[in-house]
């Protein structure tokens, strides 16, 4: 299995731009998970996914961000005007109802200057 | 408002000797707690984990232990390798929402020839 993939690894954009990240779940899992990391705040969970179904999105920061899951193999991250105070490393996790601990992605580094 | 905590953004030990890691939470309806491992540039993989029912749990060179009235869990390592040399992550779910994992801001543990 090649684990979760996640695209690009690596992203620039200009303030004002749409960003739009995207990740492949392994195959079989039914929980998703989108996550940011920074330095201040280390991994923050943005919003999770089960069936497809947006369960929380509790930890989206602001009405820029918007995530969706149109099938059980893809999931897209977006921000919509990005923002200097954006960058960081977003990662997406999978794993199944059975499972605690889910599987991370290799994660996307997003600079916005 | 941090529910897991991880005051010790960087520890530094000989190779051979032990590393202890620290974490605090503060959620008492908490009743899994993970440690994830992160590279730099790779996404964080599961470690080891602990229920709350259970005060220890060993898996080779790691160690979790679990004190819950002092709402307080540990990572040691022993000994300690380079190849250990790592940001670790705590991390914590809570009964009826198991899904969702709260993380800490990590530790950078170093370890020296």
């Known amino acids: 299995d090649a684990g979760v993939i996640q695209s690009p690894r690596h992203e620039v954009t200009e303030m004002g731009q749409e960003v739009t990240l995207r990740c492949k779940p392994i195959?079989?899992?039914?929980?998703l998970f989108w996550y940011r990391q920074t330095m201040m705040r280390g991994l923050e969970l943005l919003i999770y996914?089960?069936?497809?179904?947006?369960?929380?999105d509790s930890g989206m920061p602001e009405d820029r961000f918007s995530a969706k899951m149109p099938n059980a193999s893809f999931s897209t991250l977006k921000i919509q005007p990005s923002e200097p105070r954006d960058s960081a490393v977003y990662f997406c996790?999978?794993?199944?109802?059975?499972?605690?601990?889910?599987?991370f992605g290799q994660g996307t580094r997003l600079t916005v200057v | 408002d941090q529910q897991v905590k991880q005051n010790s953004p960087s520890l530094s030990v000989q190779e051979g000797r032990i590393s202890i890691l620290n974490c605090d939470y503060t959620?008492?309806?908490?009743?899994?707690f993970l440690w994830y491992k992160k590279y730099p540039a790779e996404g964080p993989t599961f470690l080891i984990s602990?229920?709350?029912?259970?005060d220890k749990n060993e898996d080779g060179r790691f160690t979790v232990f679990l004190n819950k009235s002092a709402k307080h869990l540990s990572l040691h390592i022993v000994p300690s390798q380079p190849g250990d040399s790592a940001v670790y992550f705590c991390?914590?779910?809570?009964?009826?929402?198991?899904?969702?994992?709260?993380f800490g801001t990590g530790t950078r543990l170093q370890v020296f020839p």
């Open positions: 996790a999978s794993s199944l109802d059975s499972q605690r601990h889910p599987f």
């Open positions: 195959s079989g899992h039914n929980s």
């Open positions: 996914f089960n069936n497809n179904v947006p369960i929380d």
């Open positions: 959620n008492s309806m908490f009743d899994y």
């Open positions: 602990i229920s709350s029912i259970k």
């Open positions: 991390a914590a779910s809570g009964w009826g929402n198991t899904d969702k994992l709260i």
